[in-house]
């Protein structure tokens, strides 16, 4: 993959970001993902990946942070601190932590309204979720159920169908393995890959969960308290021993379990067939709707 080649589709450049005023969350990230490259932004707990992720998408306002320092370059877009709906229009999309759906409208439902910023006829509409129900199966099998009675990895499923619906060119996805079974997080990595390899969408994706995301990425990234530590290609990254040691050993696993436990004490239950925890679609934590 040639992404230095290539112009950049997003660029975060010298990006800083504090929460609340005070709280210095980021300082100083930079990265690029060019057209039809997968990247993992990995790092543990507070490392800053959500921050960056938000950071890219103009979704930082609603938490009270800000970028402080930096650019942020979205196809055209350029600024620090642009409109999440101009970005989504543009073609960047971003599935949020917590597979937020809307829990008491069917499957069917939540899909159509991904499409309804697009004002595309109606038609298109159907054949888009068509093709959605042809990549996630379980979707379809599921197209009536209320979204707030389906299993984690379904969620997770209809989160990122729900995404693909604004028709991205760049999707972010935040730790979309989280508290899921490893089969299912293989089927949602298969669908990721298969959609950069068939349709050429980029992704950006943050997950702690590095040795699946390093299996499945082009290129990486890794975080630490708000700083770009190491990056490199996927493959590279995944053979060098400091990474193996931090990243994919017992202190990565660690860190899963107490990351996937914070997921639970948020949201509640688990699924049959799968483990504890899932994030329930109770996680809408503030009412606030998902971000496409
Ligand atoms: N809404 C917020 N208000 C104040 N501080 C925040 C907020 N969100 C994140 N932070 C702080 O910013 C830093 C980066 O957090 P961030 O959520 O980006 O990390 P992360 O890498 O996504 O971690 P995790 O793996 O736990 O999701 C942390 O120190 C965190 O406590
Ligand atoms: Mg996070």
Redesign the pocket.
């Known amino acids: 993959m040639s992404s230095h080649a290539t112009t950049a589709l997003l660029e975060l450049n010298d990006i800083h970001?504090d929460?609340?005023g005070i709280?210095s969350?980021?300082r100083g990230v930079s990265l690029r993902v060019a057209p039809g490259e997968i990247v993992a932004l990995l790092?543990?707990?507070?490392?800053?990946?959500?921050?960056?992720?938000?950071a890219a998408s103009g979704l930082l306002g609603a938490?009270?942070?800000a970028i402080t320092r930096g650019n942020v370059r979205f196809e055209a877009l350029s600024g620090a601190g642009l409109d999440p709906r101009r970005l989504a229009q543009a073609g960047l999309v971003q599935v949020l932590?917590g597979r937020r759906c809307f829990a008491h409208l069917s499957v069917h439902e939540n899909l159509i309204s991904g499409a309804l910023g697009r004002r595309a006829p109606r038609a298109e509409v159907s054949a888009d979720a068509e093709r959605i129900y042809t990549l996630f199966p379980r979707l379809k099998v599921r197209i009536g159920s209320a979204a707030g009675l389906l299993s984690g990895g379904e969620q997770q499923m209809l989160a990122i169908g729900r995404a693909l619906m604004v028709r991205p060119r760049l999707l972010l996805l935040?730790?979309p393995s989280i508290g899921l079974a490893p089969q299912i997080v293989e089927e949602i990595f298969d669908v990721i890959t298969e959609l950069n390899r068939t349709q050429g969408v980029s992704v950006l994706l943050?997950e702690?969960n590095a040795r699946v995301a390093l299996r499945h990425s082009h290129r990486a990234i890794v975080?630490e308290n708000?700083r770009v530590a190491l990056s490199g290609e996927a493959a590279e990254l995944a053979e060098r021993a400091d990474v193996k040691s931090f990243y994919l050993g017992h202190a990565a696993s660690e860190?899963g379990r107490l990351?996937a436990l914070?997921l639970q004490q948020r949201g509640g239950a688990s699924a049959a067939g799968e483990p504890p925890p899932r994030a329930p679609l109770s996680d809408v934590r503030d009412g606030t709707p998902p971000a496409v």
């Open positions: 970001v929460y609340e709280i969350a980021l790092g543990s707990n507070g490392a800053g990946k959500t921050t960056t992720l938000k938490e009270r942070g932590e935040d730790e943050a702690q975080l708000g860190q990351r914070k």
